[in-house]
C-alpha cells in the first residue's frame, strides 16, 4: 500500500509505520472469527436446543440466519470498505459481531438468539472483505503477498476445524454459552488495536464520492434470497412452492442488479473488474471447491456421528489432522507459487481433493479411524490448503487498489454461494439415497441406507472439486508474476 493511499485515509491515531508481519498477525485474528462462527455452533446445537426449549424446525435458523446475512452483505461490505475506509468498516463490523455474540450468549428465547445470529452475520459481512482488501493492499503482487495469503488460506481451513473442536469442548465443559462469549475478548482486543496496527486506506477520488444505492439494495435483497432458498432446499425439498418461489425470486433480483450496474455512474461492482481473466475464472472455481468443502464437513461430521458413532468431541478431535494437513498443503502452496504458475499448484490442490473424496466415498460402515478415515483426511486437508492459496492471488491479480473491497467482497460471496450450493445440492441427493436404500427399522439397517446416502454425498463433492480442476486447467490464465 502506497504511502500516500495511507495518508489519505488515516484515522486520528494511525500507527506511525506500516509493519506487515504485525499487520498480517492482527488481520488473521479478526478473520479467524468469522471462520470459526460458520462451524462452532454446529456440535452444540443439541445442547442449545435443550437449553432453550427449540422446536426441531426452527434449530436450523441458528445456522441460516448467520450464513445467509453473511452471504448477502459481503460484496455491498467490500465496497462500503473501498468508500469509506477498511480499517473503519473493520472496526464497526467486530463491534456489531461482539455485541451480537454478548446478546446470543445471554439469549433465554430463540428469538433473541436467531436475531442476534443474524446481526453476527451482519458484523462478520462488513469484517471480511475490508480485512482481506487490507492484506492485498499491505502486500503488493509477488512473493510476499503469496506468502501472506498462504497464511490466510491455512487460516480458512484451520479455524473451520477448530471451530467444530472448540465446539465441543465449551458446550462439553462450561456450555453452549460461552460458544459465543468466546468472541466478545477478541472483539474488544480488534477494536482497540485496529487503530494502533491496521493503517487506514480508501479508494482515491476525484470527485464526489456516490454511493450505488440501488445495485446494493437489488444485489443484497438477491443474495439474501437465494442462499436462504439454498438452505431451504436441505428440508423443504427442491420443489417445495417456498423453494421454487425464492429462487425465481432472487433470480429476478440478481437480474435487477445486473440492470441497474450497466446504467450506474459509479456501479456497487464495476462492470470492468468483471474483464480480468483470473478474477472470473478465481470466482468460479472457489464457488465449485467450496462446494465440495461444505460437502465435506457436512457429510464427514455426520458419518462420524451417525455410522460411525462417535460422540461430538471425539468427532472435533478428528478433525485435527485434517487442520494439519491443510497448513502444510497452504505452506506448499505458497512457497510453489513463487516458482511456478498457480494454475499447476491449483491443479494439484483439487486433484488430491477429488482424490481424498472418492475415498470417503468408499468408507465402509465400521471403518477404523487410522486406516480408513485418516488418510482421505490428508489428502483432501493438503489438496483444500494448496487450492485456497492460488484461488484467492487470482482472485486480488491485476484489481487496482481502489477496487481491492469489492474484489474481497466478491471471493468472499463466491466461497459463501459455493458452499451454500454444495450443501443444499448434496443434501438432496443424499438423503433421497438413503431414504431408498433403507430396508427395515433395525439399527443396522439405518446406519447402511445413512452409508449408502453419504457415500452419495462424497462422490457428489468429488464432482465438485473434478469441475473446480477443470476450471482451472481451462480457464484461469498465466499471470504476469509468476515464474
Known sequence: MSLTTARRGSAPHAPAAVRPGLVLAFLCVVQSMVYLDVTIVNVALPSLQRGLGMADGDLQLVVTAYGTVLGGFLLLGGRLADMFGRRRLLRTGMALFGAA?????????????VAARAVQGLGAALTAPAALSALTTTFPEGAGRNKALGIWGALAGVASVLGVLLGGLLTQGPGWRWIFFVNVPVALAALVLAPRVLPESRAVHDGPRRFDAAGAAT????LLLLIFSLDQAVTAGWTAARTVGGLAAAALLLAGFAAVELRAAAPLLPVRILRLRA??????????????????????????????????????????????????????????????????????????????????????????????????FLLVGAGLGMSFVPLQIAAAFGVAERESGVAAGLINTSQEAGGAVGVAVVSSLAF?????????????ALRAARASGFHEAFLAGAGFALAALLVALLLLPRMRTEG
Open 101 to 113: 455474540s454478548l446478546a446470543a450468549g445471554l439469549a433465554h428465547g430463540p428469538g433473541v438468539l
Open 219 to 222: 444485489l443484497t435483497a438477491g
Open 279 to 376: 478474477l472470473r475464472a478465481a470466482n468460479l472455481g472457489a464457488v465449485l471447491m467450496l462446494g465440495a468443502m461444505g460437502t465435506l464437513f457436512f457429510f464427514a461430521s455426520l458419518f462420524m456421528q451417525q455410522v460411525l458413532g462417535y460422540d461430538a468431541l471425539r468427532t472435533g478431535l478428528a478433525y485435527v489432522p485434517l487442520a494439519v494437513a491443510v497448513v502444510a498443503g497452504a505452506g506448499a502452496a505458497s512457497g510453489a507459487s513463487a516458482r511456478i504458475p498457480a494454475r499447476a499448484v491449483l491443479a494439484t490442490g483439487l486433484t488430491l481433493a477429488t482424490a481424498g473424496l472418492l475415498l470417503l466415498a468408499r468408507l465402509p460402515v465400521d471403518a477404523g479411524y487410522a486406516g480408513r478415515v485418516l488418510p482421505p
Open 432 to 444: 433421497t439415497r438413503a431414504g431408498h436404500a433403507a430396508s427395515g427399522r433395525s439399527a443396522s
